[in-house]
C-alpha cells in the first residue's frame, strides 16, 4: 500500500471489530527505452480486525536455551513485578527492547501544533505479555533453572527469586539431527525424540495438542530459537513442493533438517510458525504448504545488534549518495550460539544472512552501483568462551566521496546478546497473533482475506526477512514504517508521511 486515505465518515466501530474504510494507492511503472511510464491506481479496501486478542501460547524449539530461558523470565518476572538489587541500586522487571511494549508512534498533533504520542501496544489491541503462555522443546533434559544457572544471563538474585518456577519447567524431547548443527552439540543431547521424521513429526504435533489444550489456548505459535543449522539441500523431488516435502519426510529422507519438521508440525496443525535462525527452514515446500493450510511463517534469523546497526549505517550512506565500498563484520562471542558457529557449515548459514542484509539498499541507487557491483562485504565470527553472553561486534565501513575521497567509520558494539533477543521474541508473537485478526476485503468483494502467509510485515525484526517474490526490503525505517502504518490503517488513521506541508509552506492558507 503505497497510500493510504482514511475517511472519517466511513469509519465505524462494532463490538467485536474494527471496521476501517481505506483508500490505497499503488503505481503501476513501464520502462520505454530510458523513459519511465507511471500510472497510478486507486483502489477502495475494507480493514477489519478482530477488537479481543486470542488466548495465545508460544512453543520455543530451544527452551532451554540463552534465549528460552531468558524470555521466559522475562514473563514470570513481569507478571509478578519482580524487584531486586543489583551493585547501581533496585532494578525491577521491565521490557526494555520490545517494539510492541515500550515504542510510541504518532497519532496527529494537538491544537497548538506538539506531536501527540501513544504507546504502540495500545494503539490497536495487542496480547498483553502477562497473557501469553510458554511451552517447548530442548536437546537437553535440565530443568529451566538448571538450563538459566548454566547459560550465564540473568543475575543471581533473578535467578534465585524465580528458581522455584523455573524448576516446574521441563523442556519436552526434541526432534535433533546433528549432522545439521556442530559436532559439540551432541554432548548436551540427552533429550532426544526417538523414530524416524515422519514419526517425530508426528509427536511434535501431539505435543502442540496437549499444550493447547492443558492451557485450553485458541492460538499456538511455534518459534525457533534453537542452534543454527547447516543450509539444507533444496532440490526437485525433495523439499520443492508440499507433496514431494511431505512424501520425502515419510520415506525418512535424511536432508529434510529438523527444523523443517517443526515448521511442517506447526503448519499441519494450523499454528503460525517463526524460524528464529538463518538456516534455509522454510524451503519451497515448506512455504506452499502454508499456503495450502492458511498458516502463516515468519523467518530468517533475529536483528538484534549488529545487523540492526548495519543496516542503519548502509541505508543513510546510500540514501546521502555515499558509496560504501568495503564492509567488514567481526564478532566473537563466548555462549552455545557461538560455540555451535565454530563449526564451518552452520557459520555459512549466518553468514549468507549478515551479509545479505544490504542488498536491496545497493540495488536502490544504481547511480553508485552498477548492475551486479556491490560492496566488499566479509563476516567473521569466533568463539570466545570467557565472554559468555556478551557478545563483541566491530565493524568498519569505508565509502568512496567525491575527487577520490575516502570516509571510514570503526564501530564497537558491546551487547547481551539474549536480553536483546528476549524482547524481540515477545514481538514477534505479539504482532504474528494479531496479524491473524486482521481481515482485507476490496471493493466489491465478498470476502475478506488475510495476510500473505509469509508475515512480511515483521521484517523489522528478522535479519534477512522472508518476503513475497519482489518485495524485498531491508532498510529498518522503512521496516519500522511499514509496521506502524499498517496499524494507524487499522484504526483509521492515515499513514504517517513526515510531509508536514502545513509548516513549510511560505502562507499556510494556501
Not at 475494507?46 to 530461558?69: D, S
Amino acid at each position: 500500500m503505497a497510500n493510504i486515505r482514511v475517511l472519517s465518515d466511513d469509519v465505524h466501530y462494532t463490538e467485536e471489530h474494527i471496521l476501517a474504510k481505506v483508500q490505497y494507492e499503488t503505481a503501476h511503472c513501464k520502462r520505454t527505452g530510458d523513459t519511465i511510464q507511471v500510472t497510478p491506481r486507486r483502489r477502495w479496501l475494507e480493514v477489519r480486525t478482530a477488537r479481543r486478542p486470542q488466548r495465545t501460547g508460544v512453543m520455543l524449539v530451544g527452551w532451554g536455551g540463552n534465549n528460552g530461558t531468558t524470555l521466559t523470565a522475562a514473563l514470570l518476572a513481569n507478571r509478578a513485578g519482580l524487584r531486586w538489587e543489583t551493585k547501581e541500586g533496585e532494578r525491577r522487571a521491565d521490557w526494555l527492547g520490545s517494539l510492541t511494549q515500550c515504542a510510541t508512534l504518532r497519532v496527529g498533533s494537538d491544537d497548538d501544533g506538539k506531536d501527540v504520542w501513544a504507546p504502540m501496544s495500545g494503539v490497536v489491541p495487542l496480547l498483553h505479555p502477562d497473557d501469553l503462555e510458554v511451552d517447548g522443546w530442548d536437546v537437553s533434559s535440565l530443568d529451566l533453572a538448571a538450563a538459566a544457572r548454566r547459560n550465564r544471563v540473568l543475575d543471581v538474585e533473578v535467578q534465585r527469586a524465580l528458581a522455584p518456577q523455573l524448576r516446574e519447567l521441563r523442556p519436552r524431547a526434541a526432534a535433533f539431527d546433528c549432522s545439521f548443527v556442530a559436532a559439540n552439540q551432541q554432548e548436551r543431547a540427552d533429550n532426544v525424540l526417538p523414530g524416524t521424521r515422519a514419526q517425530q513429526v508426528q509427536r511434535l504435533r501431539e505435543d502442540i495438542r496437549d499444550f493447547k489444550k492443558a492451557k485450553s489456548l485458541e492460538r499456538v505459535v511455534v518459534l525457533w530459537t534453537a542452534n543454527t543449522e547447516r543450509f539444507a539441500e533444496v532440490r526437485p523431488g525433495l523439499n520443492d513442493t508440499a507433496d514431494n516435502l511431505l512424501a520425502s519426510i515419510e520415506r525418512n529422507e535424511t536432508e529434510v533438517s529438523s527444523s523443517t519438521l517443526y515448521a511442517v508440525a506447526a503448519i499441519l496443525e494450523g499454528c503460525t510458525y517463526i524460524n528464529g535462525s538463518p538456516q534455509n527452514t522454510l524451503v519451497p515446500g515448506c512455504l506452499e504448504l502454508a499456503e495450502r493450510h492458511g498458516t502463516h511463517v515468519v523467518g530468517d534469523d533475529l536483528k538484534t545488534g549488529q545487523t540492526k546497526l548495519k543496516s542503519v549505517l548502509v541505508d543513510f550512506l546510500v540514501s546521502a549518495g555515499i558509496k560504501p565500498t568495503s564492509i567488514v563484520s567481526y564478532n566473537h562471542l563466548g555462549n552455545n550460539d557461538g560455540k555451535n558457529l565454530s563449526a564451518p557449515h552452520t557459520f555459512r548459514s549466518k553468514e549468507i544472512t549478515k551479509r545479505n542484509v544490504v542488498d536491496d539498499m545497493v540495488d536502490s541507487n544504481p547511480i553508485l552501483y552498477a548492475p551486479g557491483e556491490h560492496p566488499d562485504h566479509v563476516v567473521v565470527i569466533k568463539y570466545v568462551p570467557y565472554v559468555g553472553d556478551s557478545k563483541r561486534a566491530m565493524d568498519e565501513y569505508t565509502g568512496e566521496l567525491m575527487f577520490g575521497g575516502r570516509q571510514t567509520f570503526v564501530v564497537h558494539n558491546t551487547c547481551e546478546d539474549s536480553l536483546l533477543a528476549a524482547p524481540l521474541l515477545l514481538d514477534l508473537v505479539v504482532l504474528a497473533e494479531f496479524c491473524t485478526r486482521v481481515g482485507f476485503r476490496p471493493a466489491g468483494d465478498d470476502e475478506y482475506v488475510p495476510f500473505h502467509s509469509v508475515l512480511a510485515l515483521l521484517s523489522y525484526l528478522v535479519k534477512a526477512p522472508m518476503v513475497p517474490r519482489g518485495t524485498v526490503v531491508n532498510s529498518l525505517f522503512r521496516q519500522r514504517a511499514c509496521i506502524e502504518n499498517v496499524l494507524r490503517a487499522c484504526v483509521g488513521l492515515g499513514p504517517e508521511s513526515n510531509m508536514q506541508l502545513e509548516h513549510k509552506l511560505a502562507s499556510p492558507t494556501v
